[in-house]
C-alpha cells in the first residue's frame, strides 16, 4: 500500500467507500474505512454522507491519537488505529452495518463451518466480538481479540470488521462476509445446520492456500483443472 501516493490513497479511499454503498453493505453515515500509512493511517471523517465525502476530506491519524484534516476522523479511529498497529499483516480497516451480519451480531451469535467458505475469514468460525459502547477502548480491546488469526469479526449489536492488505480484497471479503450471514440465517430457519469438522476445514484452508483461488498451480492430483497450453 505504501506505494500510492497520499493523494491516490485519499481517492481510493472516497471510491471504496462510494463502492461500499453501491453494493449494499453500507449506509448513509454507518461504516468506516482506514488505510495504513507510515507512522499512521488515513481514515474516514465522522458524520460525512459518503456522496458527499472528498479526497480532501479524508482525515491523516497517527498512532500517537494526533490527527490532521478539516474534520475530526471517525468516531470509531480507536480500533481502526489499535488494529493497524497490532496487525502488520493488514493495510485496510473496513467497519460495515451490512445487514444480515448485523442481524447475527445483535444476537451475539458467531458464524460456525456451516458452510466451507467461512474459511475465507481464515479460520473454522467469524467470530462475534462482545459489546461494548461504540467508539471506546473496551470496543477495540474486544475487536482485535476477535480478529487473531483472522480477517474477518462481527461486534455485538453493532456490526462486522474485514480486514486485508488492499481495498479490493477488503471489499470482496465485507460481501463475502454478508452472503455467509444471510446463508445462515437463512439456513437457521430450518434449524440449527450440520457444522463442518476442524479437519475438514483445516483441508479446506490449505485447499484455498494452494489454489489462492485459481490463480496459482494446484499441486498434481489436487483438482484435475485446465492449465495453460505450452506456447
Not at 453493505?25 to 458527499?52: A, C, F, H, K, M
Request: hydrophobic letters at 40%.
Amino acid at each position: 500500500m505504501s506505494t500510492l501516493d497520499h493523494e491516490a490513497l485519499r481517492k481510493a479511499v472516497v471510491e471504496t467507500c462510494r463502492k461500499m454503498n453501491d453494493l449494499g453493505i453500507n449506509q448513509g453515515t454507518s461504516g468506516n474505512l482506514s488505510v495504513r500509512i507510515p507512522g499512521g493511517l488515513l481514515i474516514t471523517p465522522t458524520s460525512l454522507p459518503y456522496e458527499r465525502m472528498e479526497p480532501e476530506d479524508v482525515v491523516e491519524l497517527g498512532f500517537d491519537g494526533t490527527y490532521q484534516g478539516r474534520h475530526r476522523p471517525s468516531s470509531e479511529w480507536r480500533f481502526h488505529r489499535d488494529i493497524l498497529r497490532a496487525r502488520e499483516d493488514v493495510d485496510v480497516v473496513l467497519h460495515c452495518h451490512s445487514t444480515f451480519a448485523t442481524v447475527l451480531a445483535v444476537h451475539h451469535k458467531e458464524i460456525p463451518a456451516f458452510h466451507y467458505m467461512t474459511a475465507v475469514a481464515g479460520g473454522t468460525t467469524i467470530r462475534c466480538a462482545p459489546y461494548a459502547t461504540f467508539g471506546t477502548q473496551a470496543l477495540s480491546d474486544h475487536a482485535i481479540a476477535a480478529l487473531q488469526d483472522r480477517q474477518a469479526c462481527l461486534l455485538a449489536q453493532h456490526g462486522a470488521i474485514v480486514v486485508a492488505k488492499t481495498f479490493e480484497r477488503a471489499l470482496w471479503l465485507a460481501v463475502e462476509l454478508e452472503t455467509l450471514a444471510k446463508m445462515y440465517v437463512h439456513a437457521l430457519t430450518l434449524g440449527q445446520p450440520p457444522i463442518l469438522s476442524d479437519e475438514e476445514m483445516g483441508r479446506v484452508m490449505d485447499q484455498m492456500r494452494r489454489m489462492s483461488y485459481g490463480q496459482a498451480p494446484d499441486p498434481e492430483g489436487t483438482n484435475d483443472v485446465p492449465r495453460p497450453r505450452p506456447s
